[in-house]
């Protein structure tokens, strides 16, 4: 066993598992941020652009994008790719053979091309049409980030556009923005995100959406949007007397 050069606990080279790291978007408060209309089909874990509807659903590049998972149509490709990639950093490190961090690479390499080594490629799986399931619309990062337009703001595009086609992207300064961890409860209170893995962090994230939505959407909701806003003045009030204590 050796020390993982992270975390600092012990663990055996076989439990190595390949991880892919991305910097998230800013969502400083007064900020602005674009987002887009994504699509899951209900029991789907793949997500695409609503506009891109149509296309090979296995293939599309918004799977790899908003979906988060890996496509390709050889095993042997990626394993390959991640052998490339753990050499590549290996090249980069002070080769010290005290460093763990440099064990722990050479180890994964060996490991890597062991698996490259024995793979055998599975013969093409034979793709029945796909059932027509309902279908789940939200409003997520472009950069395919696990953030979410919040329900509030949600609900005042669906007030306004109702059965019309919604808009396929907006824009909108940060107002507020809360971080969630998955759980079985949040699955079931947001069905759009019943495809995230449990215990993920996911961010509802509210907008000022005023140059879209009509002001007569914004009066009929507007004692739920006065009662969120009247919440974060407190919550910025309490912090200021923090700050003079």
């Known amino acids: 066993?050796?020390?993982?050069?992270?975390?600092?606990?012990?663990?055996?080279?076989?439990?190595?598992?390949?991880?892919k790291l991305t910097s998230t978007a800013d969502l400083e408060?007064?900020?602005?941020?674009?987002?887009?209309?994504?699509v899951r089909e209900s029991g789907s874990i793949v997500v695409r652009r609503?506009?891109?509807?149509?296309?090979?659903?296995?293939y599309c590049p918004d799977a790899v994008q908003f979906s988060r998972i890996a496509v390709a149509?050889?095993?042997?490709?990626?394993l390959k790719d991640e052998l490339v990639q753990l050499e590549n950093a290996l090249a980069g490190l002070n080769l010290d053979e005290t460093s763990e961090a440099v064990l722990f690479t050479i180890k994964a390499i060996r490991l890597q091309g062991k698996k490259l080594?024995?793979?055998?490629?599975?013969?093409?799986?034979i793709i029945a049409p796909l059932k027509q399931n309902a279908r789940l619309y939200a409003y997520q990062t472009n950069t395919g980030d696990n953030i979410y337009l919040h329900p509030v703001n949600f609900k005042?595009?669906?007030?306004?556009?109702?059965?019309?086609?919604m808009p396929k992207a907006i824009k909108g300064?940060?107002?507020?923005?809360e971080v969630q961890y998955v759980t079985r409860e949040s699955k079931r209170k947001y069905g759009y995100l019943s495809h995230l893995p449990l215990n993920s962090i996911f961010t509802l994230v509210e907008?000022?959406?005023?140059?879209?939505?009509?002001?007569?959407?914004?009066?009929?909701n507007e004692q739920t949007l006065m009662e969120r806003q009247e919440q974060r003045d407190k919550e910025k009030a309490k912090d200021l007397a923090l700050d003079k204590k």
Not at 156 to 165: A, F, G, V
Not at 173 to 177: A, P
Request: net charge negative; glycine share 2%.
């Open 50 to 58: 609503a506009e891109s509807e149509g296309e090979d659903v296995f």
């Open 207 to 220: 907008l000022d959406l005023k140059e879209i939505i009509k002001p007569e959407i914004l009066l009929m």
């Open 117 to 125: 080594s024995d793979c055998e490629e599975p013969e093409p799986p």
């Open 73 to 78: 149509r050889s095993r042997a490709a990626i």
């Open 156 to 165: 005042c595009l669906q007030d306004q556009y109702k059965s019309e086609e």
């Open 173 to 177: 300064k940060v107002l507020e923005r």
């Open 29 to 38: 408060e007064g900020k602005e941020l674009e987002m887009c209309l994504t």
């Open 1 to 19: 066993m050796n020390e993982c050069p992270l975390c600092h606990a012990l663990m055996h080279s076989s439990s190595l598992k390949p991880c």
